[in-house]
């Protein structure tokens, strides 16, 4: 590689580092602004000397162990063909490349349980949200208590404003993403390194021993702290879902070159002020900046928090599309909106989710302390199925020691499990919301896979194979009028069941027949030259099998083009597309619960049909029906 290409290749990798820094670090590098404060707010406990070092140990460590260690040394080696997540991982396990056989029914079980924690992202991408611009715009009262009455509408408007933007993609806002995080990053370090200049004192709190002794002073007190120092990693999951947006080293690199030292120096900063002025617990992070820099700062926090939660969002749309790729979400009307980047899509139904509910959560806990209390849960719960998960892939997939695995994992969990513990507290006091969030999204992920798996089976009953189906049409010698007859199906071994009806009462079929189906893989993305495979069989009756990878919306009509080039019966703008449609009736069939089956069947008619997932040409389009009760 020649000198010109080296500079490019590293300025490449300089921007990739960048980016990284907008999108995959926004929701943990927005923590200082609300995490020591709860620490101390939460339990009750005073901004003694002791417990200040104590705290800021626990929180020291929790960055090293957590984010540092599992998450970034370890967890990001299991990635699917680049990408990461809770799905990706649970993808892994589902796949044949096992060095060690396990069960289909431990694969099932471990499957769902990788689902489970995917459900409790959405409660993330609520919360983080309505909890960092709510801390950012707070800044405002420590300037003056002029702008209190105003923190909640301000908050609702910045909400809206953010989630309103969404249609228009984040191309344009996304070029100053990275630029604005690194100095915001670059900011809260200076700000914490100035005061560490004040007291020294504070950096003896790298030693556990400071952890220990505070976990000895304090008893239960110190153990429900660990609910709010948990907020200082909140963001380990969001890093691990947008490996596949950046790569591994460049999450590396901004993590260990900048995002660590900034917010290491940040926290003991606060932690510094606090040695010197207790009384400023009430905001340390605002409270230690100098007056004349606050409203420069409240702005940046702002700026910063609303990048923050613009990553979360897309993380959201990221999760709803992959779970719709792999059958656990009904289809979605899902708009990309860069013809250069794949991972800016947009989502309506879910943008509109997630803004009422940010929303509500603002006007229902009104102050950032009070959201503090139902963020946690959610994603401890998801972060210890990943450690779980993370297991399975290590000793089944990639053959590690059985006890040199368990032994690391068993300290991931005891760390997952203490956070866990500590935020379960937080139940009454809010912890509730993302609990019962993750629930009802676990129940309708696994109800729409259950109930379509039920449906397939009723419906395979009344189909005939392809070759009966063929010599069923020259026994009977329907008619074969010109034209060009395409049927979406399920399987190509057999007749799509619109075609079959459509024989059965017209006794007519096309002259050229086409069966399309659409596979999803376990891949994230499939190569052109492995896109579609036909097979011409007899009567003019071609079978076509079109691959995306779950991270991939289908487009038939793209595929029709380029086979077109070779054979010209694969004319879109001629032919005739046949799509099934089916009513599904609750009964007392066994199954499903009979309120699982309705609400199948509810999700069944709000579904996006069949012509816009596969983006076919509406006006050759024709939609046959079929009933079925399950």
Not at 189 to 212: D, H, K, R, S, T
Not at 322 to 328: E, P, T
Not at 404 to 417: G, W
Request: aromatic share 14%; net charge positive.
């Amino acid at each position: 590689m020649n000198s010109s290409n080296q500079s490019q290749s590293k300025k490449y990798k300089l921007l990739l580092t960048l980016a990284a820094l907008g999108v995959v670090y926004g929701d943990i590098g927005t923590s200082p602004l609300y995490a020591l404060k709860e620490a101390f707010h939460h339990a009750h406990l005073p901004a003694t000397p002791d417990n200040i070092l104590g705290i800021l140990s626990l929180v020291f460590w929790s960055l090293i162990i957590v984010i540092s260690i599992k998450y970034l040394v370890f967890v990001l080696r299991a990635d699917h063909n680049g990408e990461g997540g809770i799905l990706a991982l649970a993808s892994l396990i589902n796949s044949d490349s096992h060095k060690k056989e396990m069960s289909n029914k431990t694969k099932t079980l471990l499957v769902l349980l990788g689902v489970f924690g995917a459900a409790f992202l959405y409660g993330d991408g609520i919360i983080t949200p309505a909890i960092s611009i709510l801390s950012a715009v707070e800044g405002l009262s420590v300037i003056t208590p002029v702008f209190n009455p105003y923190i909640i509408p301000i908050t609702v408007i910045i909400l809206i404003g953010l989630f309103s933007i969404q249609k228009n993609g984040t191309g344009s806002v996304g070029k100053i993403f990275g630029p604005v995080t690194l100095t915001w990053f670059l900011v809260i370090g200076a700000l914490g390194g100035y005061n560490i200049f004040q007291n020294f004192e504070v950096l003896n709190a790298m030693n556990p021993y400071y952890a220990y002794q505070f976990f000895l002073h304090n008893g239960f007190g110190g153990f429900v702290v660990l609910g709010s120092v948990f907020l200082v990693v909140t963001g380990g999951e969001a890093l691990y879902s947008d490996l596949g947006h950046f790569g591994l080293q460049p999450i590396r690199k901004a993590w260990f070159y900048v995002v660590l030292p900034c917010l290491l120096l940040n926290y003991f900063g606060q932690g510094s002020f606090l040695l010197n002025h207790p009384s400023g617990i009430a905001n340390p992070f605002f409270s230690m900046a100098p007056d004349w820099f606050l409203y420069p700062l409240v702005f940046l926090a702002t700026m910063a928090t609303t990048i923050a939660s613009q990553a979360l969002i897309t993380g959201v749309f990221s999760i709803s599309m992959q779970a719709v790729q792999q059958g656990w979400l009904p289809r979605l009307f899902i708009s990309h909106t860069s013809e250069k980047e794949f991972g800016q899509i947009y989502i309506k139904k879910i943008n509109y989710f997630l803004m009422m509910g940010c929303i509500l959560l603002v006007l229902i806990f009104k102050t950032s302390s009070n959201l503090a209390a139902a963020y946690g849960i959610a994603v401890t719960l998801t972060m210890i199925i990943t450690t779980i998960l993370f297991y399975v892939v290590a000793v089944y997939r990639w053959g590690w020691s059985t006890y040199v695995t368990a032994t690391l994992c068993t300290v991931f969990a005891i760390v997952d499990l203490a956070f866990l513990g500590s935020n379960l507290l937080k139940i009454v006091d809010g912890g509730w919301f993302p609990l019962i969030l993750g629930i009802v999204g676990f129940i309708y992920m696994s109800s729409w896979k259950r109930g379509r798996q039920i449906l397939f089976s009723k419906l395979r009953r009344k189909h005939i194979s392809i070759t009966d189906f063929i010599i069923k049409i020259d026994s009977e010698k329907m008619q074969r009028p010109d034209g060009v007859g395409v049927f979406m199906a399920r399987s190509l071994s057999s007749t799509p069941l619109a075609l079959v009806q459509i024989a059965y009462h017209l006794k007519s079929v096309h002259k050229n027949l086409i069966f399309v189906m659409v596979e999803i893989t376990n891949k994230p993305r499939v190569s052109l030259s492995q896109r579609y495979f036909v097979n011409e069989l007899a009567q003019n009756c071609y079978q076509v099998t079109i691959k995306y990878g779950y991270l991939e919306m289908p487009n038939v009509p793209d595929v029709f083009d380029m086979i077109k080039e070779t054979n010209p019966i694969f004319d879109k703008d001629k032919a005739s597309f046949f799509i099934g449609r089916e009513s599904i009736f609750a009964s007392q069939i066994p199954g499903m619960a009979l309120w699982r089956e309705k609400l199948f069947s509810y999700m069944s008619k709000n579904e996006l049909p069949a012509t816009d997932y596969f983006e076919l040409p509406k006006k050759r389009v024709m939609e046959v029906g079929t009933q079925v009760s399950i």
